[in-house]
């Protein structure tokens, strides 16, 4: 009997970090097609970078929040630490709800910079949250190919949101001029603030306990720290260009995509329609890559999915780098509900097709670079969740060479990202202090 209250509390648990999962996609993929209106509306030889800000605060708040939030964790346990990311969440979206009633005539700059703090605030919440699922679902798992396939299904669900939210502020927003305002995408504002609502109320009831594998107490005594663990420090280093390459992809892409210039893909009609569904279309194809996964990642090692993944994005990228636009191909994209057919150049269809690879790389790193630290987990979250800033710095170096040299030149930066990655996963995540003592 008591063994079945423990399974549906694990059951319970689990679902609740599966929802948790697609919230966290849903606000960090909110900045990158938002940014396209601030891009519209500030213009000059700087557009990409600046379109690309937001995104950049979403992710500069990982670095002040990724220990703090570890530290969290320690102290007040699992639930309560999401409960409070939840709130964090609610008040960083109605912020950037709030920089839409600034006249953008008269008061463009301020209601950028009040954007802008409320991207900061968002990705507080995000850093909390991402700080507690991983771990919790790779503890529930006992580990190994297990803890993998369960942040594989949770993957799932992320890139669905994922998938969902450029659709949504894409057909929202439709043709974006500069007279396009923060106003056009309110009714996605007012959906977000809502789920946050509805989740903490439901959070606060559902019964949810921390697990006992590296479960820490006031009492747990540390000798080291993650930092002693070489796997576990290469692997901080392999997570911040690996969210800088999820990011990157299809940020500038959107933004290759919807430019009107010669430097763009040059196409015809509602370009930031078809832009938004391109972008949505890698993020559906990191659901499928994250769905398929799940039902063989608790066969198929980390290492394993991680070299063939980055090995696999490299050949795409630098495919795509070389054919550029010189031919376009149809491509069917993800619409929201069914598949439509656009006309892109070729090197568009190469970087969506990086979704699927990209879609394996973080719980694969996650579960590699904390494989085997015990009570040292919690600690090791924390400052994995700090080094996603790499998401906002990895598509900032990318849209300044977007801006400055050209799109295509740009993915070099993600190419030299999952170079690193591949040697990661092939050398680097290897386990060589396994005399520290973690229980």
């Given at each position: 009997m008591e063994n079945q209250t423990k399974q549906n509390a694990s059951i319970i648990a689990i679902i609740t970090m599966m929802f948790l999962y697609a919230m966290i996609s849903f606000v960090t993929n909110l900045a990158a097609p938002i940014g396209v209106i601030w891009k519209s509306q500030f213009g000059g030889a700087s557009a990409n970078t600046v379109g690309m800000l937001g995104n950049g605060m979403n992710f500069l708040a990982y670095l002040f929040m990724g220990i703090p939030a570890g530290k969290l964790l320690t102290k007040v346990g699992y639930k309560k630490t999401a409960m409070i990311g939840i709130a964090i969440g609610f008040i960083g979206v109605f912020t950037q709800f709030c920089s839409g009633f600034f006249d953008p005539e008269t008061s463009k700059l301020a209601g950028f910079v009040v954007y802008l703090l409320g991207a900061f605030i968002s990705g507080l919440c995000v850093c909390i949250l991402n700080t507690v699922v991983n771990p919790m679902l790779n503890l529930l798992g006992g580990g190994g190919n297990r803890g993998n396939q369960l942040n594989m299904i949770g993957g799932t669900l992320n890139s669905l949101t994922g998938t969902i939210t450029p659709l949504f502020v894409g057909a929202l927003i439709g043709t974006v001029t500069a007279s396009t305002q923060m106003v056009d995408v309110n009714m996605v504002l007012y959906i977000a603030m809502a789920v946050f609502a509805l989740t903490f109320i439901i959070l606060g009831f559902i019964p949810i306990s921390d697990p006992e594998r590296g479960k820490v107490t006031a009492d747990t005594v540390f000798e080291r720290s993650p930092w002693a663990f070489r796997h576990f420090m290469l692997g901080v280093i392999a997570i911040f260009v690996y969210v800088g390459v999820e990011v990157g992809i299809p940020g500038t892409l959107i933004y290759y995509l919807s430019d009107q210039t010669d430097k763009g893909a040059g196409l015809t009609g509602n370009a930031m329609a078809i832009a938004g569904s391109v972008a949505a279309t890698y993020w559906f194809l990191m659901l499928v890559g994250?769905?398929?996964?799940?039902?063989?990642?608790?066969?198929?090692?980390?290492?394993?999915?991680?070299?063939?993944?980055?090995?696999?994005?490299?050949?795409?990228?630098?495919?795509?780098?070389?054919?550029?636009?010189?031919t376009t191909v149809s491509m069917p994209v993800f619409n929201g509900t069914s598949f439509d057919t656009v006309v892109v150049p070729i090197a568009a269809l190469l970087l969506v097709l990086c979704g699927l690879c990209t879609s394996v790389m973080w719980t694969s790193t996650f579960n590699l670079a904390t494989e085997g630290l015990g009570k040292y987990t919690a600690a090791a979250s924390g400052i994995f969740m700090m080094m996603v800033v790499g998401g906002g710095v990895l598509p900032l170096i990318q849209s300044s060479i977007a801006d400055y040299v050209s799109y295509m030149a740009s993915y070099i930066v993600p190419l030299i990202a999952l170079a690193y990655m591949f040697f990661y996963a092939v050398a680097g995540s290897k386990n060589v202090n396994k005399d520290i003592k973690i229980d």
């Open positions: 994250r769905f398929c996964s799940s039902f063989i990642a608790n066969k198929v090692s980390s290492k394993t999915l991680m070299t063939i993944a980055t090995f696999g994005g490299m050949v795409l990228i630098i495919l795509a780098m070389i054919l550029g636009k010189a």
